[in-house]
């Protein structure tokens, strides 16, 4: 068939040159020079073009369709199991590498990627900061589809450095007595969205995204963070950490309540805006 009379069939069923342009580079394996020579487009791949045709047509997000989602400049593998990671979240990543990398020494210092879903943060960070590295790093997730795709990337961007582990918040490091006496960063994106909020979403969230990975909480959506922060004084306890530090990323409506549960708590912390100057994320330090 030829390529621009399929494309302008696709054009008038709603779709954007850019998501016609995505799927046919992704099904035909061709580079975006090579798409703009081509001139038909072999029937062998009518079928499988069409099926990612008609999910685009469903609000399913893109990234789903191609199994793939740019994370500060790579690749991760993705699908339906698991959220796509979301830019707002390079926010936190990049204070993960501004802070650990230019303040701290990193020597005894063990990272730990809290609900890690497709192990986007935990790869940047570790790559990012080569050739720093930590002393351990571990991505850790309650949910086992999230392991299972977090195992794929872990797989192909960091096998020797970091350790996949099930576990509800930090519990599976509970008994790591490597722990003992060193320093931790943690990052945590977990779910933030009040259980009642899931329709002020977008419809392809709404229809497509996993609610596990998004909705927490029935007041305020913090709760999960507090439980972690209460680990976290735990873990320091046990094991006698020096130091902690925990970069978290929040939604837009939370900068007042978790100021006033942090201040109560006498905890040092600093907020990191999002382009539209909404508080998105909290490193809280000096634990
Ligand atoms: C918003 S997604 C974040 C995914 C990833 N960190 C990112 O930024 O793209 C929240 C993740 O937290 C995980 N999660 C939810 N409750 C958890 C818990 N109690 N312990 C560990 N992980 C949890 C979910 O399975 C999901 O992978």
Same mark, same amino acid.
């Given at each position: 068939? *030829? *390529?621009?009379?399929?494309?302008?069939?696709? =054009?008038?069923?709603? !779709?954007?040159?850019?998501?016609?342009?995505?799927?046919?580079? @992704?099904?035909?394996?061709?580079?975006?020079?090579?798409? &703009?020579?081509?001139?038909?487009?072999?029937?062998?791949?009518?079928?499988?073009?069409?099926? $990612?045709?008609?999910?685009?047509?469903?609000?399913?997000?893109?990234?789903?369709?191609?199994?793939?989602?740019?994370?500060?400049?790579?690749?991760?593998?993705?699908?339906?199991?698991?959220?796509?990671?979301?830019?707002?979240?390079?926010?936190?990543?990049?204070?993960?590498?501004?802070?650990?990398? !230019?303040?701290?020494?990193?020597?005894?210092?063990?990272?730990?990627?809290?609900?890690?879903?497709? $192990?986007?943060?935990?790869?940047?960070?570790?790559?990012?900061?080569?050739?720093?590295? &930590?002393?351990?790093?571990?991505?850790?997730?309650?949910?086992?589809? $999230?392991?299972?795709?977090?195992?794929? @990337?872990?797989?192909?961007?960091?096998?020797?450095?970091?350790?996949?582990?099930?576990?509800?918040?930090?519990?599976?490091? &509970?008994?790591?007595?490597? /722990?003992?006496?060193?320093? /931790?960063?943690?990052?945590?994106? /977990?779910?933030?969205? *009040?259980?009642?909020?899931?329709?002020?979403?977008?419809?392809?969230?709404?229809?497509?995204?996993?609610?596990?990975?998004?909705?927490?909480?029935?007041?305020?959506?913090?709760?999960?963070?507090?439980?972690? =922060?209460?680990?976290?004084?735990? !873990?320091?306890?046990?094991?006698? =950490?020096?130091?902690?530090?925990?970069?978290?990323?929040?939604?837009?409506?939370?900068?007042?309540?978790?100021?006033?549960? /942090?201040?109560?708590?006498? !905890?040092?912390?600093?907020?990191? @805006?999002?382009?539209? @100057?909404?508080?998105?994320? =909290?490193?809280?330090?000096?634990?």
């Amino acid at each position: 068939m *030829k *390529k621009q009379e399929y494309i302008d069939i696709w =054009i008038k069923a709603w !779709l954007t040159p850019s998501q016609i342009e995505g799927v046919l580079k @992704n099904v035909i394996w061709i580079s975006k020079e090579e798409l &703009f020579t081509l001139k038909e487009i072999s029937s062998k791949y009518i079928y499988e073009v069409h099926k $990612a045709f008609y999910r685009l047509q469903t609000w399913e997000p893109e990234e789903y369709t191609l199994e793939k989602a740019n994370f500060y400049g790579r690749d991760f593998f993705v699908d339906e199991r698991v959220l796509i990671p979301r830019n707002d979240t390079e926010i936190l990543v990049r204070q993960v590498l501004k802070k650990i990398h !230019l303040d701290i020494d990193l020597k005894d210092m063990v990272y730990v990627d809290v609900g890690t879903w497709s $192990a986007c943060i935990p790869i940047t960070v570790v790559l990012e900061m080569h050739p720093l590295k &930590f002393e351990r790093a571990f991505a850790l997730d309650i949910s086992q589809d $999230a392991l299972s795709v977090a195992k794929e @990337n872990i797989d192909s961007y960091a096998p020797d450095i970091i350790e996949l582990r099930e576990s509800n918040l930090l519990h599976g490091i &509970f008994h790591e007595e490597k /722990l003992q006496k060193k320093s /931790l960063c943690v990052s945590a994106n /977990l779910p933030y969205i *009040k259980k009642g909020d899931y329709k002020n979403m977008d419809m392809s969230v709404i229809k497509h995204e996993p609610d596990s990975a998004l909705y927490w909480g029935e007041k305020t959506g913090f709760e999960l963070y507090e439980e972690l =922060i209460k680990q976290l004084f735990q !873990l320091k306890e046990i094991y006698k =950490i020096s130091q902690i530090h925990l970069f978290i990323e929040i939604g837009f409506d939370q900068y007042e309540y978790s100021k006033q549960y /942090l201040e109560d708590l006498g !905890l040092s912390f600093e907020y990191f @805006n999002d382009s539209a @100057n909404i508080a998105r994320v =909290i490193y809280i330090h000096d634990f």
